[in-house]
């Protein structure tokens, strides 16, 4: 079975600072890992997906790794804003078959202060 | 607004009684999903639906919930003697499957159910 962590589980910076929130997972044989965003009592949104067979998605200021390998998918934020204060979460899709059943890590929590 | 919509957003109700979510799904997409997080903790796969067909249910599913896509656009998410469990923030999302499995899923704002 799939198991998803994510460490810390909460992180506050300085507005302009660059972080890295990690992810691990447990079973390599992943088909995607995706990133998503969660503002307090919202839906969430994703952020980036990287499929099995690339190394890392960027948008904007948003970096994302994976390294099967290890099991671990790094999320880079560049000169972080307040605006980026939310709970982050990552999501591990299965290679077997079940690939659109997503398992989803507890989440990092990120205050950015001003 | 073209994105994942869910109703309603919030719902309060009391140990024994039944409830009904419902969410409508960006048009074009295919695939849809029901999530369940409760606090602190990430979403947890419910069940997903192909058009109007059920394909897989999570083990979380007991025999009081029952999911339908009847016509393969919106679903319905039913709790029959609702439990204090049960609360929890119910999400749904919804996907277009291709050729190419690269797949994102795009999420709704979610109903928060209490369970008094």
């Known amino acids: 079975k799939q198991e998803v962590t994510q460490i810390p589980a909460a992180l506050s910076v300085p507005e302009g600072e660059n972080l890295v929130l990690n992810c691990s997972f447990t079973?390599?044989?992943?088909?995607?890992l995706q990133w998503f965003r969660q503002d307090p009592g919202k839906g969430l949104t994703s952020l980036l997906l990287i499929q099995s067979s690339q190394r890392e998605q960027t948008s904007g200021r948003l970096n994302a790794s994976l390294d099967k390998s290890s099991g671990r998918s790094t999320l880079y934020i560049a000169a972080s804003q307040p605006g980026d204060s939310a709970t982050y979460l990552c999501?591990?899709?299965?290679?077997?078959?079940?690939?659109?059943?997503?398992?989803f890590g507890t989440g990092t929590k990120l205050q950015v202060i001003p | 607004d073209t994105g994942v919509s869910q109703d309603p957003r919030h719902k309060i109700t009391k140990r024994g009684q039944n409830v009904t979510f419902r969410c409508d799904p960006i048009?074009?997409?295919?695939?849809l999903y029901w999530y369940r997080q409760t606090l602190g903790q990430g979403p947890e796969f419910l069940t997903y639906?192909?058009?109007?067909?059920?394909?897989?249910k999570s083990r979380l599913l007991s025999d009081r919930f029952s999911a339908e896509r009847p016509k393969g656009s919106f679903s319905t998410l039913e709790i029959q003697r609702t439990e204090q469990g049960d609360s929890a923030m119910y999400l749904c999302a919804s996907s277009f499957a291709r050729r190419t499995r690269r797949e994102t899923q795009y999420f709704g704002p979610g109903t928060r159910l209490l369970v008094l």
């Open positions: 079973d390599s044989a992943i088909y995607n």
């Open positions: 999501a591990g899709a299965p290679r077997d078959g079940g690939y659109q059943k997503v398992t």
């Open positions: 048009s074009e997409h295919n695939r």
């Open positions: 639906f192909q058009n109007e067909a059920q394909l897989e």
